[in-house]
């Protein structure tokens, strides 16, 4: 029996819908509400979509898509499910602006209304559109002369493997937003070059293209930005996060001291892989946060060149099980017939740097000779969780102590009060790198702390 009485009336799991901020000409994730019939009769709805079809949501009603439904039975004390999802055509968004309609329910002569509502937001988009021969490489895009500064009025969106081609540079304004689509690479060729040029007020984020507050620090959501065999690349101020690996600079040059990147004032965390890779590498790097990586924070393979200044390394992933130490070297490499081919470490400097993390030992020396001497390593004022004993290529450091950490569950890497690595830094550190300035903004005073961090 279906009641027909005026006093019968619906309710809603929610009488608001609400989509986070989602870019223009890209559909969202779905929402989904409940609609009850909490009578012991049955009751017969209808449901419109007030946009109709102009609106940018759509709407499914247990199983069946349309922007009216009429005649829709609910049984007693039952309930049906309400999909919705929105697709903002392109205009001219350059901020986020609300975009509202409302699903209209008509039951015995009551109106009711639940709201839909999002924050749309216009974008600049970078698509693939050159596509090789089967089996010769994957789907790209080229930086050109008209797309070579990004400039932060809109957020970049990119989807695919977008490349900077030989002789191109490619300039990220501060402030810019980099969102990247699943498995999305920058690659940034041979001879090609990459500059981000953020500042402290202004960082340039490069993270996935999820928006919901539950993807914020998810990670795995896009592939990597690599550096191939290129040089003078410069990251500033920027925050890298949620992919699979933060930065790649894949170089195998021996012996070049010459910087592949220059990075200064950067975090890079969340990611599923590796924050930061360096392939037979020359890398410096000053003043920078690397952490919570399911693999390593900062894996050095094949060789290299690397010098890091006043960072801080610290994993304390809590998406699985993580076994791999959150420092990696490594001097070797393995051919197809099973050789181990010899790539030396031409130096790994570490100043004022603190490595701490959940394991019991967060450096790992992967050495194809019996003795570390193989590698040209050396740590001065760190603060280092391991186990193993080096002396001679360690000076003055502090060696398993907790450095008391504000907040590691928010990735706070500040230094509370009582942090043994509070004003233990080498002043001699601050003066072999330009621009001693600390992640949170402040020059670094005569003590300096361990880390990047000053306060």
Not at 143 to 162: M, Q
Not at 359 to 372: A, N
């Given at each position: 029996m279906?009641?027909?009485?005026?006093?019968?009336?619906l309710?809603?799991?929610?009488?608001?819908v609400?989509?986070?901020t989602?870019?223009?000409s890209?559909?969202s994730s779905?929402?989904?509400?409940?609609?009850?019939?909490n009578n012991?009769?049955?009751i017969?709805?209808?449901?419109?979509?007030?946009?109709s079809?102009t609106?940018?949501f759509?709407?499914?009603?247990?199983?069946?898509?349309?922007?009216?439904?009429?005649?829709?039975?609910?049984?007693?004390?039952d309930?049906?499910?309400?999909f919705?999802?929105?697709n903002i055509d392109?205009?001219?968004?350059?901020?986020?602006?609300?975009?509202?309609d409302?699903?209209?329910?008509?039951?015995n002569?009551?109106?009711?209304?639940?709201?839909?509502a999002?924050?749309g937001?216009?974008?600049?988009?970078?698509?693939?559109?050159?596509?090789?021969?089967?089996?010769?490489?994957?789907?790209?895009?080229e930086?050109n002369?008209t797309?070579?500064?990004?400039?932060?009025?809109?957020?970049?969106?990119?989807?695919?493997?977008?490349?900077?081609?030989?002789?191109?540079?490619?300039?990220?304004?501060a402030?810019?937003?980099?969102?990247?689509?699943?498995?999305?690479?920058?690659l940034v060729?041979?001879?090609?070059?990459?500059?981000?040029n953020?500042?402290?007020?202004?960082n340039?984020?490069?993270?996935?293209?999820?928006?919901?507050?539950?993807y914020k620090?998810?990670?795995?959501q896009?592939?990597?930005?690599?550096l191939?065999k290129?040089?003078?690349?410069?990251?500033?101020?920027?925050?890298?996060?949620?992919?699979?690996?933060g930065?790649?600079?894949?170089?195998?040059?021996?012996?070049?001291?010459?910087p592949?990147?220059t990075?200064?004032?950067t975090i890079?965390?969340?990611?599923?892989?590796?924050?930061?890779?360096?392939?037979g590498?020359?890398v410096?790097?000053?003043?920078?946060?690397?952490?919570?990586?399911?693999?390593?924070?900062?894996?050095?393979?094949?060789?290299?060149?690397?010098?890091?200044?006043?960072?801080?390394?610290?994993d304390?992933?809590?998406?699985?099980?993580r076994?791999?130490?959150?420092?990696?070297?490594?001097?070797h490499?393995?051919?197809?017939?099973?050789?181990?081919?010899?790539?030396?470490?031409?130096?790994?400097f570490?100043?004022?740097?603190?490595?701490?993390?959940?394991?019991?030992?967060?450096?790992?020396?992967?050495?194809?000779?019996?003795?570390?001497?193989?590698?040209?390593?050396?740590?001065?004022?760190?603060?280092?969780?391991?186990?193993?004993?080096?002396?001679?290529?360690r000076?003055?450091?502090?060696?398993?102590?907790?450095?008391?950490?504000?907040?590691?569950?928010?990735?706070n890497?500040?230094?509370?009060?009582?942090?043994?690595?509070?004003?233990?830094?080498?002043?001699?550190?601050?003066?072999?790198?330009?621009?001693?300035i600390?992640?949170?903004?402040?020059?670094?005073?005569?003590t300096p702390?361990?880390?990047?961090?000053?306060?």
């Amino acid at each position: 029996m279906t009641t027909t009485s005026s006093s019968a009336k619906l309710s809603f799991s929610s009488n608001l819908v609400f989509f986070d901020t989602v870019f223009v000409s890209q559909g969202s994730s779905v929402r989904i509400f409940v609609v009850h019939n909490n009578n012991n009769q049955a009751i017969v709805t209808s449901i419109k979509l007030q946009g109709s079809y102009t609106s940018p949501f759509q709407i499914n009603v247990d199983g069946v898509k349309g922007t009216n439904f009429n005649n829709v039975k609910i049984p007693a004390n039952d309930s049906i499910y309400v999909f919705t999802q929105v697709n903002i055509d392109p205009l001219n968004l350059n901020n986020p602006s609300l975009i509202r309609d409302s699903l209209v329910f008509t039951t015995n002569g009551n109106i009711q209304w639940v709201d839909l509502a999002v924050f749309g937001w216009n974008a600049y988009y970078y698509y693939p559109n050159i596509f090789p021969a089967k089996g010769k490489g994957p789907a790209f895009s080229e930086i050109n002369a008209t797309d070579s500064v990004w400039k932060s009025d809109k957020p970049h969106v990119v989807f695919g493997y977008l490349v900077v081609p030989q002789g191109h540079t490619l300039t990220i304004n501060a402030g810019a937003g980099v969102y990247m689509h699943d498995s999305a690479v920058i690659l940034v060729d041979s001879t090609a070059t990459l500059n981000i040029n953020g500042s402290y007020t202004n960082n340039v984020t490069i993270q996935g293209d999820r928006l919901e507050p539950s993807y914020k620090n998810f990670p795995g959501q896009w592939n990597e930005i690599l550096l191939y065999k290129t040089g003078n690349c410069r990251i500033s101020w920027a925050v890298i996060q949620n992919g699979s690996t933060g930065i790649q600079v894949d170089t195998i040059e021996p012996g070049n001291s010459k910087p592949a990147l220059t990075m200064d004032h950067t975090i890079i965390k969340s990611m599923s892989g590796i924050g930061l890779l360096g392939v037979g590498a020359p890398v410096t790097a000053n003043n920078c946060v690397i952490a919570d990586c399911q693999s390593s924070c900062v894996g050095l393979f094949y060789g290299g060149t690397y010098s890091f200044y006043q960072c801080t390394f610290a994993d304390y992933w809590s998406y699985s099980q993580r076994s791999t130490p959150l420092l990696y070297l490594n001097n070797h490499y393995q051919t197809a017939s099973g050789q181990n081919v010899y790539r030396p470490i031409y130096k790994a400097f570490f100043g004022n740097c603190i490595i701490y993390g959940a394991l019991t030992d967060e450096i790992k020396f992967d050495s194809i000779t019996s003795s570390q001497d193989s590698m040209s390593y050396y740590f001065e004022n760190c603060l280092l969780k391991t186990t193993q004993s080096f002396p001679a290529k360690r000076a003055e450091n502090i060696i398993l102590e907790d450095p008391l950490f504000n907040n590691t569950a928010a990735d706070n890497y500040v230094l509370n009060g009582n942090s043994p690595a509070k004003t233990a830094g080498n002043p001699k550190v601050s003066t072999m790198y330009s621009n001693p300035i600390s992640l949170d903004g402040t020059t670094w005073p005569s003590t300096p702390n361990i880390g990047a961090y000053y306060q």
